[in-house]
């Protein structure tokens, strides 16, 4: 198929210097997907005179699929990874990675746990071990998103975030300690890596690498979701007189909420703002905005606030039910008669909420996940997480149980308080909301999310 044409504004970030930083921030539905794909191909252009080799990375794998399929055959010189394919190739090619050298997200789940249990027999006494495991396990996440590697780094690091300490000060010592038992005993199973800290090794790997860098230019979509070093690592993996460009949208990030891509140092002089609207109906917009103007919300920097776009359209949609087992024989049957004609996804918190429902959609029905390797255009049904969802849009777009014993998530209140889990899964329902192009539908059974604006003129509800 043939690439997208740019609009307004966006040939000008299209054609900025092929050399050094940039960095674009845009509302949902302002085409940084779209310019992300074109940025590549100005880039890679053999017929131009800075044409290089380049990377077009982003987090999502679900995303890199559907980035693929838009991939043109005149888009040449550009290659399409999400960040870890990238980090395991450049680790591989510096004989750094075995085949089994990072720690699957269960197993490093249970290291961690055993780390905390190891040293409260030690401390026993110590009121730090009456806080969930879960905590300790996003903070060790947060220290390698850093790459922090000494108590002193992780005492006096100074980020741009509005980041509050999760523990105090008092406690800092004991959490890196817990930190350092936990890499050993990762070391001590024979694994190199977790998913967290990999991005430290290939900055280390890219400081001592003399020989000429694989790739001219890097472009990042959906950068909001990258690490600060993960971003320092790509930034390390072009040459001097190449170019890296950010792409994304702080509003949607949904993997740390409390990283900031302004820590990773890059040399930015100018950041673009995009606030035009082009995916959704006015009234699925309206939403969206309302959703990013919550109490959640508040203090998130760089939060670009979007244009309402021109198009009309039916308000969102809230139906309420008197049971489960209603509210999913609704979802399945709604998106089975939208599907004839239209582009649908049903989206869910997590896999538990997906096999409620995805064991009675139609055979053919899409599963959106990290391996699907096809993507395949036009109308049906798609369905998967909000995670998996990230990038992506559909003409309309189905939320079941947004309900308040599943969101905010009753374990991450537990684990870390309601302040940040309501952050958390707030952004969550944003990515869902702004996925939808004109038709967008809200169910639950119970009492409604606290976490959806409580503006009765954004809706249509409906009883049933």
């Given amino acids: 198929m043939s690439l997208p044409q ?7 970030v ?3 210097p092929a050399r050094g930083h940039f960095a674009v921030l845009g509302t949902a539905g302002s085409g940084k997907t779209t310019l992300a794909i074109l940025r590549s191909a100005f880039l890679g252009n053999p017929r131009t005179e800075h044409c290089g080799k380049t990377l077009l990375v982003t987090f999502n794998k679900a995303l890199v699929t559907y980035l693929k399929h838009l991939q043109d055959i005149k888009l040449v010189n550009v290659k399409i990874e999400n960040y870890h394919l990238f980090a395991r190739g450049y680790l591989a090619f510096r004989n750094k990675m075995s085949r089994y050298a990072i720690l699957t997200p ?3 789940e249970a290291l961690v746990k055993q780390a905390v249990n190891n040293l409260s027999w030690q401390y026993s006494l110590h009121p730090l071990f009456d806080y969930p495991v879960e905590l300790f396990s996003e903070e060790i996440r947060w220290i390698a ?8 780094e992780y005492q006096n690091l100074d980020v741009s975030s509005d980041r509050e300490m999760r523990f105090k000060e008092e406690e800092r010592e004991l959490v890196f ?3 350092q038992t936990y890499l050993n005993l990762r070391q001590q199973s024979g694994k190199k890596y977790d998913w967290d800290d990999i991005a430290t090794t290939v900055c280390e790997e890219f400081d001592a690498d003399t020989s000429k860098r694989l790739y001219k230019h890097i472009v990042i979509d959906e950068g909001q979701d990258f690490s600060p070093q993960m971003i320092r690592s ?8 190449g170019s890296l460009t950010f792409f994304g949208d702080v509003a949607q990030q949904i993997y740390g909420h409390r990283i900031s891509w302004r820590d990773a140092g890059l040399d930015i002089r100018q950041v673009w703002e995009f606030k035009q609207n082009y995916r959704n109906t006015k009234q699925i917009a309206k939403l969206g905005l309302a959703i990013s103007k919550m109490p959640y919300f508040k203090g998130v920097p760089d939060l670009v606030e979007p ?3 021109p198009a009309d359209g039916a308000l969102p949609t809230i139906v309420e039910f008197s049971s489960p087992d209603q509210e999913i024989l609704f979802v399945v049957s709604e998106a089975i008669a939208l599907a004839r004609m239209q582009s649908v996804a049903i989206l869910f918190r997590d896999r538990q909420d997906e096999k409620l429902i995805g064991q009675y959609l139609p055979k053919g029905t899409i599963r959106l996940h990290r391996e699907m390797t096809t993507w395949q ?3 049906g049904i798609r369905y998967g997480t909000y995670h998996s969802a990230k990038g992506l849009e559909f003409d309309a777009v189905i939320l079941p149980f947004c309900n308040n014993k599943k969101l905010p998530d009753p374990e991450a209140v537990e684990a870390f308080g309601e302040p940040d889990a309501s952050a958390q899964d707030g952004r969550l329902l944003y990515v869902g909301v702004t996925r939808a192009k004109t038709r967008l539908i809200i169910t639950y059974c119970g009492e409604i999310t606290s976490l959806l604006p409580s503006d009765t003129s954004l809706y249509e509800r409906v009883k049933r």
């Fill in 145 to 152: 998103h850093y790459g922090i590697t000494t108590y002193e």
């Fill in 177 to 179: 300690e817990i930190y």
């Fill in 234 to 241: 790509l930034a390390s993996a072009i040459p001097a007189d």
């Fill in 106 to 108: 269960d197993d490093r």
């Fill in 14 to 16: 299209l054609y900025l």
């Fill in 6 to 12: 740019p609009i307004g504004r966006q040939k000008e």
């Fill in 377 to 379: 255009a036009g109308a």
């Fill in 307 to 309: 244009v309402s776009p």
